[in-house]
């Protein structure tokens, strides 16, 4: 059988109360979460479903790139949502689902990480998790389901990272004390934090977590501006949770997504 029902049970034991949560249904191996959770959602799924696996045969992150899921080193999860008003930015999403990763893996490890907008969590310059939000609007921009997809490295796999990753990730067991992290209890951290931002997302309380944990404001970085490759300085983020970054000529450019790299400073020759 691939589905875990002792995984579901406890699951329901801890969530039971969320008012965010209605069931979850956990796999030992899906193709990817969000792909399972988007067909539940075209047949009419509920808003709450929370859906895991203990591994990913296609996890993939933002752009289409691969996400590493070996079986039992992630957390590997998706969450079905329907928002009944228009939610401003998708971002406010995602921007509210990291800071909830943030506290949740505080509360379980005493650990702190940064957020490097808009879907990662890093720790010292390497990736521990990415977010990887979806959905479906009508033309009005109205959400008729939205999917947010969460992949947490628990543990460095077994094999070692893939050449391709080695040099920049990690797991919680690499920078924390503890020697085991339960996965079922990181996720119910955070989907009850992330139910607690979502069904208030109008007051955007999350937002002040989300800048001042934010690894890239007030240095200088480069992304995809109209085709072309820019540099500039990541002053701030809006209450839409778009980045604002100054470049060089003194104009202000606000990006609502897209890919931003850290520019590391030239260190002057002796």
């Known amino acids: 059988m691939n589905r875990d029902r002792k995984a579901e049970a406890q699951l329901h034991t801890i969530l039971g109360d969320c008012r965010l949560f209605t069931r979850a249904e956990c796999y030992y191996e899906l193709s990817s979460t969000n792909d399972y959770c988007r067909e539940l959602a ?19 992150g933002r752009l289409g790139r691969h996400f590493h899921s070996p079986r039992g080193d992630g957390l590997y999860m998706s969450i079905l949502l329907r928002p009944t008003e228009k939610i401003g930015e998708p971002g406010l999403i995602t921007a509210c ?23 990662d969590l890093y720790y010292h310059n390497k990736k521990l998790c990415g977010i990887l939000t979806e959905g479906q609007f009508n033309s009005s921009g109205w959400p008729s389901y939205m999917i947010v997809g969460v992949g947490i490295n628990l ?5 070692g990272y893939p050449p391709a990753i080695q040099d920049i990730a990690t797991s919680l067991a690499d920078i924390s004390t503890s020697q085991s992290v339960d996965r079922l209890a990181l996720c119910g951290e955070f989907v009850r934090r992330f ?6 997302l109008p007051k955007r309380d999350f937002l ?21 490759l820019t540099c500039g ?18 104009t202000y450019i606000t990006l609502n997504a897209g890919e931003v790299t850290l520019l590391r400073p030239v260190l002057p020759l002796s």
């Open 42 to 60: 075209e047949q009419g799924e509920e808003e709450g479903v929370v859906v895991l696996s203990e591994s990913q045969t296609a996890g993939r």
């Open 97 to 119: 689902a990291a800071v909830a990763v943030w506290e949740a893996i505080f509360a379980i490890t005493n650990v702190m990480v940064d957020i490097k907008w808009v879907n």
């Open 155 to 159: 543990y460095p796999p077994k094999n």
């Open 195 to 200: 139910a607690q931002y979502y069904t208030a």
């Open 208 to 228: 002040d977590i989300y800048r001042k944990t934010s690894c890239i404001l007030g240095r200088e970085v480069s992304f995809q501006y109209q085709n072309h």
């Open 233 to 250: 300085k990541a002053v701030s983020i809006d209450d839409q949770a778009r980045l604002v970054v100054q470049t060089a000529e003194g």
